[in-house]
């Protein structure tokens, strides 16, 4: 049975005797209402070895709108049996004043990577992630972690910290697990009612359209975008928030498309706000 774990000092007790025993270990960060995607991270974890911890935290602090935090799903029984199920080691599951004792000072703030995509829509949320992803990796102080390339703004975000920061964790991204219809897998998705979730394959055609443009050899990134700006015509319920193309590691917009970019958007079907993206490589 996964061992849970709710306090900072039990988990780092028991990741003690783990490391005494040599075995390294697994971090997947999570904010519960677990779905197929988390498990592809988690089944990565397991089959690269060792000990495989769950964190499930609702992060207060990544969240721009209080009523975005209470409307997150929440089910902690439903979770555990999901890791149950992969054979996850143990969850560790704190409150938030577990995480966050008293009124916390520090932030890590990551500046230059969050000016674009869900930076200016949700300002402060980049901070409460890095913030809240170091404290975890200083907890767990695990070999690896692994986060998806859905969020992959957060992913390249998560890197910067690590990287300037010198933490010694491996950052493992896994690739985006979609329904056979194309729609990214997010906790998310079951906010939407039956006509929202019908309409919110429109994000993903739009990337895909502009994706076949570049691999076409379009190298103007303005038509690119002008194109599957386009595509959300058919869907007049999803409201766009942005689709931009992208340096993929800096999260710039480009002038030319002549090397690998980045293709995201994020659009809003009734209350909830759906994201995705596409990397693709430039034609030569």
Avoid: W
């Amino acid at each position: 049975m996964v061992e849970l774990l709710r306090t900072i000092s039990d988990l780092r007790a028991r990741l003690s005797a783990i490391r005494r025993n040599g075995a390294a270990i697994g971090l997947v960060p999570t904010m519960g209402a677990l779905h197929a995607g988390h498990g592809r991270l988690l089944e990565k974890a397991v089959a690269d070895g060792g000990f495989v911890v769950a964190s499930i935290f609702v992060n207060p602090t990544q969240f721009h709108r209080e009523d975005d935090f209470q409307s997150y799903p929440r089910d902690l029984a439903t979770d555990l049996a999901f890791c149950e199920r992969r054979n996850v080691d143990a969850a560790f599951v704190p409150d938030a004043d577990e995480m966050y004792a008293g009124e916390p000072f520090t932030s890590v703030v990551v500046s230059g990577l969050t000016e674009h995509l869900c930076g200016p829509q949700r300002p402060g949320h980049f901070e409460g992630v890095a913030t809240v992803v170091t404290k975890l990796l200083n907890i767990v102080q695990p070999d690896r972690a692994y986060f998806g390339e859905k969020d992959r703004q957060q992913l390249v975000v998560i890197r910067r910290v690590v990287k300037d920061l010198d933490i010694p964790v491996e950052i493992i991204g896994v690739p985006t697990v979609r329904e056979p219809d194309g729609l990214a897998l997010s906790s998310r998705n079951q906010l939407l009612s039956s006509e929202e979730r019908q309409a919110a394959t429109v994000l993903y055609r739009a990337i895909r359209k502009a994706e076949e443009l570049v691999q076409a050899g379009e190298t103007c990134p303005g038509e690119v975008m002008k194109q599957g700006l386009a595509v959300f015509e058919s869907e007049p319920s999803a409201r766009v928030e942005y689709f931009e193309v992208v340096d993929p590691e800096q999260l710039q917009p480009v002038d030319e498309i002549k090397a690998p970019v980045l293709i995201a958007g994020a659009a809003h079907l009734g209350a909830t706000r759906l994201i995705d993206n596409i990397l693709v490589e430039a034609r030569e």
